[in-house]
Every structure is written in C-alpha cells, then in structure tokens.
C-alpha cells in the first residue's frame, strides 16, 4: 500500500504553519540570518549558483551529502574527503545552519557547498532536477520528508551515514510508528553507529537487511599535532569546558570558584555550544565577579582570569590548550556533546550524568579509564584530584587516545557500502 499521503498530509501541515515558522526562524534565528546567511536564501529556494549549474552541464557524477550543523559536517570530514577518490564521483554538500556553511566552504570539503533547500517539494525538486545526484546521503538522524521523498523520486538511491537514534527519538518515533515508515521505505541503507541504534531502528520497522552498523565516524576525526598559540598564560593549570548549553555556565560557576581556592592560578576557557550566547554568558560570568577576556580580542596572555570562545569551528584549539576538558550539555539534561575531540588530543575527559546522545562513546571512554563521569556535587572534588595529579591526568589522555584509535575505520566501512549500494 503507497504510503504517499504521509508527504501530502505533512506538506498540507507545513504549508499552514508556513507564518508561524517564519515568525520563529525570525525571532529565535534572526542575527544568524540577517548577518550570517542572507546571501544563501537563493540557494534555499532551490536556486543555485550560476557557475554551479554551468558546471552541472557538463554530466559529471555526484553524490548530495545533507548535514545540518558545524558538529555533523566535522563527523564526516574525512567522509568528505575521501569519498571523490574512492568512489571517482564529485560531492554536493548541503548544510542548514550557517555557521555549518562558512566552516565547509572555508575548507573546502566537498566540490560545491550550498544552503539545504526548503523541504517543500518544489525548492527540493528543483536542486534534484538540476544535480541528478546518483547517491543522496542524509547525515546521523536528518529525516526531512521531501529530501527523502524525491531524492526516491528522482531515481537516487537514498542512504543513512552515521545513523544514529537517541532512546528520547526512539520513544518518540514509536507513537507514530505507521507515520515514520513512509519515511523508512524511502532508504537503501542504514549505515548507523551502533548495534543499538540498529536494534532502535528494527524495532521501528526498518528491514534488518538493510541495516549495517559501521562504527562513529567521528572516530576518524582529522586531528593536527601542532598546537595553536596559547590563549592563557603558559604553565597556568587550564580547564576547558566545551560546548556548554544554556543554563549550564550558571552551574558551574560556584565550583570552578571555590577550586580557585585551592589553585589560585588556574584558568579556564568557556566555549559556549553556540556563539550567539556569548554575549549572554560573558554578562554572566562578569556578575559573578570572573575577570573574562574574549578570545577574539586583542590582549596578552594571564590578562583575564577567564577566556571566553566566541569563534566558530575552532574547539580543538581549545582543548589542545586543556590539562582537563569538560565536556558540556551533560550537567544539564541536554543529553551530551562530543567527548571524541579531547580524546583524540589525549586529554582526560570530564563529563556530567547526562550523555545519552554519546552513550556508546562515554561509557568506552569511562570503561577504559579515559574519562569520568559525574555528578555536579562531585565535580570540583574530581577536578582537584586531577590537577594534583599531572601523572594521572597523563595516564588518563592516553587511555582516552587509545579509544580514539581502538574504533577507526567507519569512514571505509561506509564508503565500501556505499559503492556496493551504488553498483546495484
């Protein structure tokens, strides 16, 4: 039975509430719209680039690649860049937010990088219509109806890479089981992290044989020995606390001070997820009476108690600077963010109770002494031990490094699936 009304149902919803999204992308996005990506909007229409379309003349393979965020474009680097080479195909790179889209083109990490098209069925049409992708790739958990629904139509065959599904989605998903599965029917291949995530999928109705559990790519991220000029002063015990949500920063604030108290010199770099909280966190910390100076300021070292990261794509030039990393949105219930980055840098790893969206990474990291996790009560004992222990600070980076390097390789499991899956 065609399960085609899904899309029309959901296109009905979507054009109804058409105002009210525009209303919200306005209030919530308008800074990173206005200032960031105004120039992209053409390309959301499903306009692209005259040059790109020139070149499209010219009947050259490509694969579509859809991503969302900085955070899932940095998964698949090494995905992006070795997939021309394997497969002999160019790669179209399609990313929502525009700090994803700046980060991409400045590293030039795929042949042509456009804003994703709006998913109504006429923007998307129009970008499959122009680039005759022979593979479109959706990227961890991105399940936009009419990107599937004509990337099927349009005669690609459609894949999952880094496939992932969170208990708090698989929940979700269950109570509109019959929904999602016009979704499902649109794949080719799961290609997804974990055994779980494959089970979490199966249970959801996805065909066990189109399911393979590959491994993270993040696993093979690209990481540079050389480390960046320092941001503090230099023999200064440092802690980075990365990738901190709302509400976060605010919490962990009174430990950090009253560790001070037993190391009067010590320095820490907050990164915010997001850059548009800066502002908003810089106030914060300064009511609290920290001395916090901007990274993207002129000023020497040991000036500022406190630096604040107010750049985009640059995290692992933070942690390089780490005695300890503390990896944020896991002391507040926002389920995690990568604790790979530090790992990869050897550096010992901190993290709050909630991690549920890096289960499967945390619990190898923490198994096999790489990292902790805690809670907020327990975190400024756990951080003080570890700083009076540089031996054992050092004992636990390499056994986070050795994680890293233990569960490599997805980026080749992946694109040999999808080789296969391109051949029929």
């Known amino acids: 039975m065609s399960r085609r009304w899904m899309f029309h149902v959901y296109n009905g919803f979507v054009l109804l509430a058409l105002p009210l999204i525009a209303l919200w992308v306005l209030l919530r996005w308008r800074r990173r719209v206005f200032k960031k990506g105004l120039h992209r909007w053409s390309e959301r229409c499903g306009i692209l680039p005259p040059e790109f379309q020139n070149r499209l003349q010219k009947g050259e393979r490509w694969w579509w690649v859809h991503a969302v965020s900085v ?37 030039r990490l795929a042949d042509q990088v456009i804003a994703a098209p709006i998913d109504l069925p006429w923007f998307v049409r129009r970008v499959f219509r122009s680039v005759k992708p022979e593979l479109f790739i959706s990227v961890e958990s991105e399940f936009w109806p009419n990107l599937l629904g004509e990337a099927k139509r349009s005669g690609a065959r459609v894949a999952l890479i880094n496939g992932r599904l969170s208990q708090r989605s698989f929940e ?44 993270n790519l993040k696993y093979d991220l690209l990481v540079e020995d050389d480390p960046p000029p320092p941001e ?65 300021r002129p000023g020497g ?22 005695d300890i990393a503390i990896v944020g949105g896991s002391f507040v219930p926002r389920g995690g963010q990568n604790p790979i980055e530090p790992a990869a840098l050897r550096r010992p790893v901190v993290f ?35 700083l009076s222990r540089p031996q054992g600070r050092q004992k636990m980076g390499e056994c986070a490094r050795q994680v890293v390097e233990r569960h490599q390789g997805a980026t080749e499991k992946t694109l040999q699936l999808l080789e296969g899956l391109q051949r029929g």
Request: proline content about 5%; overall charge negative.
């Open 172 to 215: 979700s998903y269950q109570k509109i089981t019959g929904v999602m599965q016009a979704l499902w029917d649109c794949f080719d291949l799961w290609a997804v992290r974990e055994a779980q995530d494959a089970e979490r999928f199966q249970a959801l109705g996805v065909p066990s044989d189109r399911l393979r559990v590959t491994g």
């Open 71 to 107: 955070g899932e474009v940095k998964a698949i680097e090494k995905f992006l860049q070795r997939a021309p080479e394997h497969a002999h195909v160019h790669v179209l790179l399609s990313a929502v937010t525009p700090e994803a889209l700046i980060w991409a083109t400045e590293r």
């Open 301 to 322: 070292p040991g000036e500022a108690n406190d630096i604040l990261w107010d750049t985009m794509g640059d995290l692992l030039d933070a942690y390089r600077q780490a």
């Open 352 to 386: 709050g109770p909630s991690m549920e969206n890096f289960h499967g990474i945390a619990e190898r990291l923490v198994n096999h002494g790489g990292a902790r996790q805690v809670s907020l009560e327990k975190l400024g004992a756990c951080l003080s031990e570890l």
């Open 232 to 296: 503090v002063a230099p023999h200064s015990p440092v802690i980075v606390i990365g990738s901190s949500r709302e509400g976060e920063e605010l919490l962990l604030v009174p430990v950090l001070l009253n560790l001070r108290g037993e190391w009067p010199d010590l320095r820490v770099i907050w990164a915010p997820r997001h850059v548009e909280r800066v502002s908003e966190v810089e106030r914060m910390l300064l009511s609290k009476g920290l001395v916090v100076q901007r990274k993207s």
